[in-house]
């Protein structure tokens, strides 16, 4: 474990965990269901599990393409921010929507200090208070990859009515900066593997 982080797992103690606050059901708004693009899941599983399977994604989505032992689907009455995660590897996309970045960031934080590695792909929110609580502290490393374009599980409205994304369409011009944050020991693969995709960022101990 990294230095930055006995600390942390120290105040876990042998059997307490980190107390999350009480949250609602994950997500099901179209708004939420976009799926992480084919390049993005094939870097962080190069990353995590070489030549074969992620073991968890927590927040799956049918129309997901990651390969994972276990898929977490909240339209099968999965969710994610309680369910045990199985094995030690993790593909984190959450939806972004509300609170949901904050809840996803704090229990990637647990989930970590418990032994998982995984890639969180999130909002960059860098200079929010819940990235100084529960990402910067876990963070190894940190690949700003711009305004990504995922993929809509299905079709997306405005309140008005309009489309705004059909199913499967990666939709252009989100006006979201995302970074992919890991929690890992393997920072300079996590580095090689990213750099060409964004700026990646080491965080001092």
Not at 28 to 43: G, I
Not at 68 to 93: K, M, P
Not at 138 to 166: K, N
Request: net charge neutral; aromatic share 8%; with cysteine.
């Amino acid at each position: 474990m990294h230095a930055r982080h006995e600390d942390l797992a120290d105040a876990l103690g042998p059997t307490r965990a980190l107390k999350l606050a009480p949250h609602p059901d994950v997500s099901l708004k179209a708004s939420d269901r976009y799926s992480t693009p084919p390049w993005l899941v094939e870097l962080v599983t190069q990353l995590l599990a070489p030549g074969g399977s992620i073991d968890c994604d927590p927040f799956s989505d049918p129309t997901s393409t990651v390969q994972a032992s276990q898929h977490i689907d909240a339209r099968q009455g999965g969710n994610g921010y309680v369910d045990l995660w199985q094995g030690r590897t993790a593909l984190v996309n959450a939806g972004y929507s509300g609170k949901l970045p904050q809840r996803t960031a704090a229990r990637v934080r647990e989930q970590f200090l418990r032994g998982h590695q995984m890639v969180n792909v999130c909002p960059a929110a860098v200079g929010s208070a819940y990235w100084e609580r529960d990402v910067w502290p876990v963070a190894s490393a940190v690949a700003f990859l711009g305004r990504v374009a995922f993929p809509a599980g299905v079709d997306v409205f405005t309140d008005a009515g309009e489309l705004v994304c059909g199913a499967g369409i990666a939709q252009g011009g989100n006006r979201t900066e995302i970074a992919g944050v890991y929690s890992g020991p393997d920072v300079l693969l996590f580095k090689r593997l990213f750099e060409h995709r964004g700026h990646v960022v080491v965080p001092s101990c």
